[in-house]
């Protein structure tokens, strides 16, 4: 990559750099400056066939075998039967056109430009056009993400030095393998169109794999990107129009809400059992700069440089950013994140006001894992 490009980079994610660097915890900024510098200024997860991380973690082996932990041991047996099989249990069968409105993948109002002029002036056919490409981006965000998940739960399988949660993760590592299998399906065979990773969840997966401790690996996984996970699926999930999507989606709800459930159960104790102040503040600011970068994902560059990157230019973050946009941004995401951190104690005063200016503490009093259920969720009209 020439230097004229990497300066380029640097300057168009210029916002992001200041925003870690803004809350003034040094240890936070020094685990995220190289994963930022790989997403954001190399983009190493653009334009390449795969990437390669150096990884290091200790691994965790109980020689004690001791099964003391019940409420992980029930999640572990309600993993055992709930397993499903992509390729027998769902109807691959299922006829998806993108030009069927009566079955379509999503409304119009999920582009960013419905209602100005310049989406008026395109015909019925251009706007299914783009729906289909938001649609495709949307769940290649969701496989790249799974991806990572997959990887993180074989780390956080060894690390976790809990018989039970090793046990649990063992079947979150045959969950995310099926996930990754069952996304890729549909965009391949059914969509037949996939995007590259976002910057900003690339640097969010090269940040949490690349971290030696295994509970930011839990809260990085478990309860952000899993939590995200669990709103944008269920949203998904109400507007969609389209059968198989909407049957996909239902299977990997259920799966989610394990994880979740098994990433509070986890930091919970090990936030219960003593961590310093300096430790608690550092995951406490840790866990908001993923939830900005969460936030700046559903910006969706690689869509606009497809479509709109001739017509826009500065106009279209502020444009994704509008309060509407936000509105649906905030119920798909936080919803289900803020509630956990609170319920974990990496919600506290002095952090607060930042997700306040960004008006997401309203999530903050709703229900948290565990009990919140899976059926919950599936059945969600709020």
Same mark, same amino acid.
């Given at each position: ?21 803004? @809350? ?6 020094? /685990? ?21 991380? /150096?990884?290091?973690?200790? !691994? ?20 055992? !039967?709930?397993? $499903? #099989? ?26 960013? !430009?419905?209602?100005?002029? %310049? $989406? ?31 990887? +993180? ?6 690390? !976790? ?27 391949? #065979? ?14 969010? %997966? ?18 952000? &990107? ?5 709103? +944008? ?5 109400? %507007? ?35 961590? /310093? ?8 600011? $840790?866990? =908001? ?8 994902? =559903? ?14 230019? @500065? ?24 509630? #956990?951190?609170?319920? &974990? ?19 903050? #009093?709703? *229900? ?9 969720? %599936?059945?969600? *009209?709020?």
């Amino acid at each position: 990559m020439s230097l004229a490009t990497l300066l380029e980079n640097m300057k168009a994610n210029g916002g992001a750099f200041r925003d870690a660097a803004s @809350r003034g915890n040094l240890a936070v900024l020094k /685990s995220m400056l190289g994963p930022a510098w790989r997403g954001f200024v190399k983009q190493e997860g653009k334009g390449h066939a795969d990437s390669a991380l /150096s990884v290091t973690h200790d !691994v965790h082996f109980d020689w004690q075998y001791d099964r003391d932990r019940p409420e992980m041991a029930k999640l572990y047996e309600a993993a055992k !039967v709930s397993q $499903w #099989n992509a390729s027998l249990d769902v109807d691959w069968t299922t006829d998806v056109d993108p030009d069927n409105l009566d079955r379509a993948l999503l409304p119009d109002s999920y582009v960013p !430009v419905k209602g100005m002029p %310049i $989406w008026e002036r395109l015909t019925r056919k251009e706007k299914n056009t783009q729906v289909h490409a938001m649609t495709s981006w949307m769940l290649s965000q969701f496989l790249h993400g799974e991806q990572g998940a997959l990887f +993180a739960a074989c780390q956080v399988t060894t690390a !976790v030095p809990w018989l039970d949660g090793k046990l649990y993760g063992s079947t979150q590592v045959v969950d995310e393998g099926r996930h990754v299998e069952v996304f890729h399906g549909y965009l391949t #065979n059914k969509l037949e169109k996939r995007y590259d990773i976002n910057d900003n969840l690339y640097v969010i %997966i090269d940040a949490l794999m690349s971290d030696s401790r295994w509970d930011v690996k839990f809260l990085g996984m478990q309860i952000m &990107i899993e939590g995200l996970a669990l709103g +944008a699926f269920g949203t998904l999930r109400q %507007i969609t129009r389209e059968p198989l999507l909407k049957n996909i989606l239902k299977f990997v709800i259920t799966d989610e809400a394990r994880h979740v459930h098994y990433g509070v159960l986890s930091i919970q104790e090990f936030i219960q059992q003593g961590i /310093s102040e300096r430790e608690r503040r550092e995951r406490e600011d $840790w866990a =908001f700069e993923v939830a900005l970068l969460l936030r700046n994902r =559903f910006l969706a560059h690689e869509f606009y440089d497809e479509f709109y990157a001739h017509a826009m230019t @500065r106009e279209w973050d502020t444009m994704v950013m509008r309060p509407e946009m936000m509105t649906l941004f905030r119920k798909t995401m936080f919803k289900r994140i803020i509630p #956990n951190l609170k319920r &974990i104690g990496l919600l506290s005063d002095r952090v607060r006001p930042h997700y306040e200016e960004h008006g997401l503490l309203q999530w903050e #009093n709703g *229900r948290a894992a565990p009990e919140l259920s899976a059926q919950d969720l %599936i059945d969600d *009209r709020d």
